[in-house]
C-alpha cells in the first residue's frame, strides 16, 4: 500500500491512485497544495504501522496464551489425584487422565454429563448433592464419599471442592479434586513405617553415642575399681588366716588343754595382734566394698536408659567426677585446672547431667591432643536474675580453636571434623538437647587468649525443688 501511493504522489499531479476513478478538481482542492496531500500520505503511513505493531503484539499474545494453555494441560495430564471442573449446574466441563483412568470413560463421554452421575449408588449421590449445595459456596476439605471405578466397583475417594470464580466474582461452578482412599492407606502406612525406622535407627545411633562415653568411662574407672576390689581381697585373704588362727586356738580351748600349753599357744598364733588387727580388717573391707559400690552404682545411672529424672543433685560434684573419669583415661599430659564453688544445687537428671559434662572434657581432651601440654580450665559463677538465680559453667582449652565455619554447625547431628571411625558427630548434638530438656543453653566460641570456650548456663534449683 505504501509503495503504491507514494508512487502516486509526483509535485504537480493527482495524489489519487491510477486505479482510482478520477476526482474532479475543485477550487478547494486545488487550494489545498501539495503539502497538505504529503500530510495525510504520513498519517496513513502511521496508521500502517500501528496496524502491523498491533498485530505482531497479537501474535505475541497468542503464542503466550497457547503455551499457557500447554502449561495447564500438561499439569492436568500428570495429575496422579482426580480433577473435575463443572459449571453451576454440576455439569462436567473439564477433566483431568487420572478421572479417565479412574472411570474407565473417555474424555468427551464424560463431558457435559452431570457430576454426581460419577457416584457409586443413590445414597452416595444423595450425599453429595445435599453437601455440596449446603457448602458448595465454602467448599468441602476432605469429605469421603464413593465414586464408581472402572470396574463398576464403588471405590472411596477423599474429595476437596473448591468454588470458581470468573473476573467479576461470580461463582460459575467447581472444582473438585480427589484421591482414592487407599492410596491414601497405602501412603500413610508406608509414612508410619518410615517414621518408626527413623525412630529406630535415631535411638540406635543415640545408643551407639552413649555407648562410646560409657566405653570412655569404663576406661577411666577400670584403674580405680582395681584399687579397692584388690584392697577388698587382700584383707579377706588376711581374715582367713585369722580365721584359720582362731579355729585352732579355740580348738584347743573346747579341748581342755593346760593353761600353760594355751597361752603357748595365744603366744605362737598371735592371737593378741590377730584381734587388734581384726577391727581395722573389717572396717577396710566394708570401706573398699562401699566405693566398689558407689562407683557401679555411678556407672549403672550413667549407662541406664534415660528416665528423665527430676531431683535436685549437686552440679559441681558432677563435673569433678566426670572431669575423675575422663582424666584416667587420657594421657598423662591432659591436665584439668577445676574452679568451681562447692555446692551447685540444680534440679533434673545427674546420669544425663554426668554424660553432657563427660562429653565436654573429652571434646577438649581431643582437641588439644597435639599441644605439648594440653590443658582444661573448668569455672563457674552465680549470676542473679529477677527470673530467678543461674550457674554458668565455662571450658576453657587451649587447642587451636574452631574455624569459623564451623561454629554455626558444631551442635548440628552428625557434623564432625574428625577422621571416619573416630567420631559419630552425635556428641555435642546429644549434649545440646540434653542441656536444653534442664532449661539450660550451651553456646561455643573461640577465646581471645587461645582455644575454644563453650559456656553452659543453668537455671538453680528453687528452695521448693531442694
Known amino acids: 500500500m505504501r509503495d503504491g501511493i507514494n508512487k502516486a504522489v509526483t509535485p504537480g499531479t493527482s495524489t489519487v491512485p491510477r486505479s482510482a476513478s478520477p476526482i474532479p478538481h475543485t477550487e478547494g482542492l486545488d487550494a489545498l497544495g501539495e503539502e497538505v496531500w504529503i500530510e495525510v500520505i504520513r498519517k496513513m503511513d502511521e496508521v500502517y504501522n500501528d496496524l502491523l505493531q498491533y498485530e505482531v503484539a497479537l501474535e505475541e499474545k497468542n503464542t503466550a496464551l497457547e503455551e499457557s494453555q500447554q502449561f495447564v494441560f500438561s499439569v492436568l495430564a500428570s495429575m496422579s489425584d482426580i480433577l473435575v471442573v463443572c459449571d453451576r449446574s454440576g455439569r462436567i466441563e473439564v477433566v483431568n487422565q487420572a478421572l479417565v483412568a479412574f472411570s474407565g470413560k473417555p474424555e468427551q463421554a464424560l463431558i457435559g454429563t452431570p457430576l454426581f452421575d460419577l457416584f457409586a449408588d443413590a445414597d452416595a449421590r444423595a450425599n453429595a448433592e445435599r453437601m455440596f449445595a449446603h457448602h458448595g459456596m465454602k467448599g468441602l476439605a476432605d469429605c469421603e464419599l464413593p465414586l464408581r471405578g472402572a470396574d463398576d466397583a464403588a471405590v472411596p475417594v477423599s474429595l476437596n471442592c473448591t468454588p470458581r470464580f470468573n473476573h467479576q466474582g461470580t461463582q460459575v461452578g467447581m472444582v473438585i479434586t480427589g484421591r482414592p482412599v ?53 584383707n579377706t585373704h588376711a581374715l582367713q588366716r585369722y580365721a584359720r588362727r582362731l579355729e585352732t586356738y579355740l580348738a584347743a580351748i573346747h579341748a581342755g588343754k593346760p593353761a600353760a600349753d594355751l597361752a603357748e599357744l595365744r603366744k605362737k598364733l598371735r592371737i593378741d595382734h590377730l584381734l587388734k588387727d581384726l577391727s581395722p580388717l573389717i572396717e577396710g573391707t566394708v570401706e573398699g566394698a562401699e566405693r566398689t559400690r558407689d562407683i557401679v552404682d555411678s556407672l549403672k545411672r550413667f549407662s541406664a536408659v534415660d528416665r528423665n529424672e527430676d531431683r535436685p543433685f549437686n552440679l559441681s560434684q558432677v563435673i569433678e567426677q566426670a572431669v575423675h ?34 562429653n565436654l572434657v573429652q571434646n577438649a581432651c581431643d582437641a588439644t591432643a597435639e599441644e605439648a601440654q594440653s590443658r582444661l580450665e573448668i569455672t563457674a559463677r552465680r549470676v542473679h536474675h529477677a527470673e530467678g538465680d ?19 554447625h558444631l551442635f548440628e547431628p552428625f557434623f564432625t571434623t574428625k577422621p571416619v571411625g573416630k567420631g559419630t558427630g552425635l556428641g555435642l548434638a546429644i549434649t545440646y538437647g540434653i542441656v536444653e530438656r534442664h532449661g539450660g543453653s550451651l553456646t561455643a566460641a573461640n577465646d581471645p587468649r587461645g582455644g575454644a570456650v563453650f559456656t553452659l548456663k543453668f537455671p538453680l534449683a528453687s528452695q521448693a525443688q531442694r
Open 390 to 408: 543461674q550457674v554458668e559453667v565455662y571450658f576453657r582449652d587451649n587447642g587451636p580453636g574452631i574455624p569459623l565455619e564451623n561454629l554455626p
Open 182 to 234: 487407599g492410596e491414601l492407606r497405602k501412603a500413610y502406612q508406608a509414612l508410619r513405617e518410615a517414621h518408626e525406622d527413623l525412630k529406630r535407627t535415631q535411638q540406635q545411633l543415640l545408643h551407639s553415642e552413649k555407648m562410646a562415653s560409657l566405653g570412655r568411662l569404663v576406661a577411666g574407672v577400670a584403674h580405680e575399681l582395681n584399687n579397692p576390689i584388690s584392697f577388698v581381697l587382700g
Open 325 to 358: 573419669w575422663v582424666t584416667k583415661a587420657a594421657a598423662d599430659k591432659f591436665k584439668v585446672d577445676i574452679t568451681l564453688p562447692k555446692d551447685i544445687t540444680m534440679a533434673g537428671s545427674p546420669g544425663q547431667m554426668q554424660q553432657v559434662m563427660m
